[in-house]
């Protein structure tokens, strides 16, 4: 089986609303086993949304579109798909509750009939009511394929695509005995880019294909992910390409499906099963370390604190670093880093103390120079000089996804994990 996604609105056609809705979705089917061929964004055009819905027809088993259920003029969705299917709307009298459930008080009958709008299903259809808002979806089996419609507001498509369309879709399958067996891995790394991890991997892409493997690699800044979707019930075969790209990456792989490195970062201090304290001190950064580490909840049993050293001035009287190495060496330099380090160490008499210094921009030859530091529980150090490549943001989230992988290398080489 294999699915369109349309989004439909004028916000998003226009780019002044991020479809986070097609993503959501998709996820969620590669989940059940579905591949997503296409993904289409339409404004609010009947017309364009009825073709568009013909041609999915003839190209995907299954639709599933959200957006344009709602009471205005604009939402235009369940005319144009029941145009598309040559089927009639419907009033469904048992969804009247939920489309007029905000208006304590109809002053006319004009806004009451705008709101009944949204209990029209298509003839033949399964209602969906609405737990989350007032706009109801429905599906509808149309020549042995079908057709879902949902909200296009997120909270509102998450909660009847989770406890509606992927029930009904589920039942579809097993009514069709077609077996869900697809599983999806995937790996993060930082501080390498896309072109080299392609070219340590790629025989291994062609290894995969033959195992019904696929690879595919994505590229941000300071993150790469690495996504091995496999369509075999096979897990030996998942398992053995995964860790061969392990073994190919090494230090640059900090974790696994979740993105968030403050995440893996607790999952290493635990399984350390010891008492770990850290604290920070941060320049170029501007407490970007410290808000990583702490976006996970629990993080207060390790992270102690940090300190925003910006300035010459706050890093002399913030961390009690000695002005002459700032002035001999400069603010960025490895010098600095170590005293910076050292300096947070002191404040919060911490286990482990990390530090950055380095120019963000916006211009200037020296842009993307970084230095950062591990400074560990015995005093021992690593100092590591970055050249990283952005814009500002992109060089701060670089340094801070760098160094807290540095600090989860030390904390498995320390205990020996």
């Known amino acids: ?47 364009e949304i009825s073709n568009t819905v013909r041609f999915s027809l003839s190209q995907t088993d299954l639709i599933v579109i959200s957006g344009g259920l709602g009471p205005t003029d604009d939402d235009i969705t369940r005319v144009a798909v029941a145009e598309a299917l040559g089927t009639k709307l419907i009033r469904d009298k048992s969804l009247d509750e939920t489309s007029l459930k905000f208006i304590k008080k109809i002053k006319t009958e004009v806004i009451k009939n705008r709101l009944l709008r949204q209990s029209y299903v298509l003839k033949g259809s399964y209602s969906f009511k609405p737990r989350v808002g007032s706009a109801s979806g429905f599906g509808k089996e149309y020549n042995g394929k079908w057709v879902f419609c949902i909200p296009g507001v997120p909270r509102e498509m998450k909660d009847m695509f989770n ?35 392609e070219t340590r991997i790629r025989d291994l892409l062609i290894e995969a294909e033959k195992t019904n493997i696929k690879i595919g690699i994505t590229a941000n800044p300071g993150l790469i992910k690495v996504i091995l979707i496999s369509m075999s019930d096979n897990d030996k075969n998942l398992g053995k390409i995964e860790k061969e790209i392990k073994n190919r990456l090494g230090d640059n792989v900090y974790g696994k499906n979740n993105p968030e490195i403050g995440y893996h970062l607790k999952k290493i201090i635990k399984l350390a099963n ?14 970007l370390i410290g808000n ?17 050293s910006y300035s010459n001035d706050a890093k002399i009287k913030l961390l009690d670093i000695d002005k002459k190495i700032i002035k001999n060496h400069g603010a960025v330099s490895k010098q600095t880093c170590l005293e910076m380090a050292k300096g947070s160490k002191e ?19 020296d842009v993307g120079l970084v230095y950062c530091c591990v400074l560990c529980p015995d005093n021992s150090y690593e100092i590591f000089e970055k050249k990283f490549v952005g814009i500002r943001g992109d060089i701060k989230f670089r340094t801070s996804q760098f160094i807290l992988n540095r600090l989860m290398i030390a904390i498995r080489r320390g205990f020996g994990l």
């Open 274 to 287: 010891k008492k770990i304290t850290i604290s920070t001190a941060e320049s170029i950064t501007g407490g």
């Open 292 to 308: 990583m580490i702490t976006a996970v909840p629990g993080s207060s049993e390790y992270f102690l604190g940090g300190l925003i």
């Open 1 to 47: 089986m294999d699915c369109t996604i349309i989004s439909i609105g004028t916000e998003l056609s226009l780019g002044l609303v991020l479809d986070t809705n097609s993503q959501y979705i998709a996820d969620a089917l590669y989940s059940l086993g579905i591949e997503v061929k296409y993904i289409h964004t339409l404004r609010d055009n009947k017309e």
């Open 347 to 365: 404040k919060f008499s911490s286990g482990f103390a990390l530090s950055a210094t380095g120019y963000a921009g916006p211009e200037g030859e």
């Open 163 to 197: 406890k509606d369309v992927i029930p009904k879709i589920k039942e579809i399958r097993k009514n069709n005995n077609k077996k869900i067996s697809i599983k999806k891995h995937i790996l993060m790394t930082t501080d390498i880019s896309e072109t080299e991890i």
